[in-house]
């Protein structure tokens, strides 16, 4: 029972860290989320574009810049680091995954020739999250305000996007490129802008994560990809995708699911090492949880379906 109650305590007390974490990796899955559901083009760009964002924010932010424009200078480089994969793929017929892996290793570089070196302290420097408010600078209210302001707006605007001509368009090409090109869709157009926009967010979310814990580090995105991964498996499974609005929920949704999961896997005692463990776990529930409901269901044997 002392158990129990221990772990709930932690568990409650870790609620606003949480939360503000999950609103920051949202952007990510909304990263990952992008090309593959939109687009169906599996990339592992965001493993990249994530701390290029970080290390484009601290380098600006040490330079004196303003934080907001270290955010938006951000998106920017991050659209141009997701746009680069789309190229290469289109031009050079190279495998989605495959191109992502490359840029996302020619990220590593780019990243240590912007800061020079591996880490940068950006600790003391001024932040988005110092202009909200009623609240303390650096605490988690301020946090939650700000990026939970931002992935609603972001929210409002993709779905309102992928209502609009064009949005359907890259929809389109996602379900099939053949048929849109012959509708007179510009197959490159959509591609490379749909995953340069995925990268953007991508970044964004790394120069929100360096702003919040007033560092940034090269190495920063390892791991991010099976998080935001395990993230948008949850998401899903909550919210569902018959809809545009729901699969632009998912990313959020479980973002603020999964790290609640982490959360309560930290409370209960659970070392920090073992949580890629229980994250892999989390991903192979979610992916199994389908097959699981429709043999539950009664769905019929794939015997049955061959003949």
Not at 80 to 106: D, K, N, V
Request: proline fraction near 5%; aromatic fraction near 10%.
């Amino acid at each position: 029972m002392d158990f129990i109650q221990t772990t709930f305590s932690s568990f409650v007390s870790l609620i606003p860290v949480t939360l503000a974490q999950s609103f920051i990796l949202s952007f990510v899955v909304l990263g990952i989320m992008i090309p593959f559901r939109m687009l169906t083009f599996p990339d592992l760009t965001s493993e990249g574009a994530f701390p290029l964002g970080g290390c484009i924010s601290g380098i600006l932010l040490a330079a004196g810049v303003t934080p907001p424009l270290a955010i938006v200078v951000a998106f920017a480089v991050g659209l141009a680091a997701g746009c680069c994969t789309a190229f290469i793929h289109l031009r050079f017929r190279i495998h989605t995954l495959l191109a992502g892996i490359l840029m996302s290793t020619m990220l590593y570089s780019i990243n240590l020739a912007i800061m020079g070196k591996s880490n940068l302290s950006v600790f003391g420097s001024p932040t988005v999250f110092d202009w909200v408010p009623f609240t303390e600078a650096g605490f988690p209210a301020s946090k939650i305000v700000v990026a939970g302001f931002i992935a609603l707006v972001v929210l409002i605007a993709l779905n309102l996007y992928f209502k609009t001509e064009k949005g359907t368009a890259m929809r389109a090409v996602g379900s099939n490129p053949d048929m849109a090109e012959a509708q007179g869709i510009n197959v490159w157009a959509a591609t490379i802008g749909g995953v340069g926009i995925a990268s953007a967010f991508s970044a964004t979310g790394g120069a929100l994560m360096v702003q919040s814990q007033g560092f940034a580090d090269v190495n920063m995105g390892i791991g991010i990809l099976i998080n935001g991964l395990a993230a948008l498996m949850i998401g899903e499974a909550f919210t569902g995708k018959q809809s545009v609005l729901r699969q632009l929920l998912a990313p959020f949704v479980g973002s603020i699911i999964y790290y609640q999961l982490v959360s309560l896997c930290l409370a209960a005692g659970m070392p920090p090492p073992n949580l890629k463990l229980a994250t892999g776990l989390f991903v192979l529930a979610m992916l199994a949880l389908p097959s699981i409901r429709r043999s539950r269901g009664g769905a019929p044997a794939r015997e049955t379906i061959r003949e």
